[in-house]
């Protein structure tokens, strides 16, 4: 395909910013847009040596840089996308590699190119994340609890929270593992929990009449194989960099076996049921209690999410999500389009203002998280 990387580059950023949508869907049915998809593959894989796990677990960020900061941030040139998609990928064993990738936009003949996702500065502070009235609803019963969509969220022994996307892989808040610099402590031996009855008699037992009935719900716990974290993370202090790629996938080392939650692309807030986004998450003021809350997005960037959910330190790697038709399959589908990320004061117009922050599923990161997940390009043509 004719072009420079850098024109075909920006090309797409156009695309993308200006409507990389198929507009097909009636006013009344909000319906999973189409999208122009590139594709992320890596390129070479370096060894590093083992890391130190000393950072303290954070499990909220706060970064300054409010909307019209990160929209007055230029756009990536093609080799900083490249950089920023680029990984790191931690194992059990305590081994480590650095990959680079390249990106591409397919044609008809095929091509290279690519799309953006800016990073921004910033250094802040912040303590309530709660607006008002505490709209959040904690969820009890295992009928609802184990029971789609709410039983894919699952909560990290580093205290955040992450959603399940696929058999045996699990997105969450890049961190909740990481600090920007070094990897948390306790990230070599990650675990995800979920939670499930614990039984007054130890069993699933004896007769209709008599069988034991769950007393409260209990963690149960399977280790993480590997993570991946992008490099636009990892480059420097997450705080100086913005919350653009805070965003982690962990592989488990055996299949959940529960229902799992597709990501998808992030549509414009406009094209959103309501203007609407819906998460769950481990808030650490209600311990033991998966949390639920939905509110209205109030501004957006390319990269993130601006809303005031009502949120606390432990929702942070929640997946969020909405509920839109899916025009190919004929029926409404839950995908998760983000990541709650952390808490921003910003300044509007000379007087702060907080909100809580969402990374988005972009085409690039999703063309990423993808690959990570399935691992050939050709099953990440739709988001």
């Known amino acids: 395909m004719a072009g420079s990387p850098g024109l075909l580059f920006l090309l797409f950023l156009l695309l993308c910013a200006v409507g990389q949508v198929s507009p097909y869907s009636a006013p009344w049915k909000p319906t999973w847009p189409a999208y122009r998809l590139p594709v992320v593959l890596p390129q070479s894989t370096l060894n590093l040596a083992k890391p130190d796990f000393e950072a303290e677990a954070k499990l ?20 900083e996308a490249k950089q920023y998609l680029s990984y790191e990928t931690l194992y059990a064993n305590g081994s480590r590699t650095e990959t680079q990738v390249g990106i591409y936009i397919l044609s008809s003949s095929g091509g290279g190119a690519q799309q953006r996702d800016s990073g921004s500065s910033g250094k802040s502070r912040r303590k309530r994340q709660i607006y008002g009235y505490d709209s959040r609803f904690s969820i009890f019963g295992k ?5 789609y969509p709410f039983s894919t969220s ?17 997105l969450t808040a890049a961190h909740c593992i990481h600090d920007g610099k070094t990897y948390v402590k306790g990230t070599q031996k990650l675990r995800v929990g979920f939670l499930k009855p614990k039984f007054k008699d130890g069993g699933r037992g004896a007769n209709d009449s008599t069988s034991a009935m769950p007393e409260k719900m209990k963690f149960q716990w399977i280790r993480v194989k590997r993570t991946h974290v992008p490099k ?10 913005g919350m653009d790629y805070d965003y982690a996938l962990l592989e488990l080392k055996k299949p959940h076996k529960r229902k799992f939650m597709k990501i998808g692309v992030s549509p414009p807030a406009k094209q959103l049921p309501g203007g609407r986004i819906h998460f769950s998450g481990y808030d650490n003021d209600r311990p033991g209690n998966l949390v639920y809350r939905f509110c209205d997005v109030k501004d957006e960037t390319y990269d993130l999410l601006y809303q005031q959910c009502d949120a606390q330190p432990g929702a942070s790697g929640s997946g969020v999500y909405v509920r839109m038709w899916k025009r190919q399959q004929q029926k409404w589908e839950r995908k998760i389009i983000g990541i709650f990320s952390g808490h921003q004061w910003v300044d509007m117009n000379g007087s702060p203002q907080d909100f809580n922050v969402a990374v988005r599923i972009t085409p690039l990161k999703y063309a990423q998280i993808c690959y990570w997940i399935k691992g050939n390009y050709l099953d990440c043509r739709e988001g």
């Open 232 to 241: 636009g993370w990892i480059k420097g202090n997450a705080n100086d960099i």
């Open 154 to 170: 699952v909560k990290l022994s580093t205290g955040c929270t992450g959603t399940l996307v696929a058999e045996k892989h699990v």
């Open 60 to 79: 909220e960020v706060s970064s300054s840089c409010g909307p019209q900061c990160h929209k007055g941030t230029p756009l990536p040139t093609y080799e």
């Open 143 to 147: 009928d609802f609890l184990l029971n």
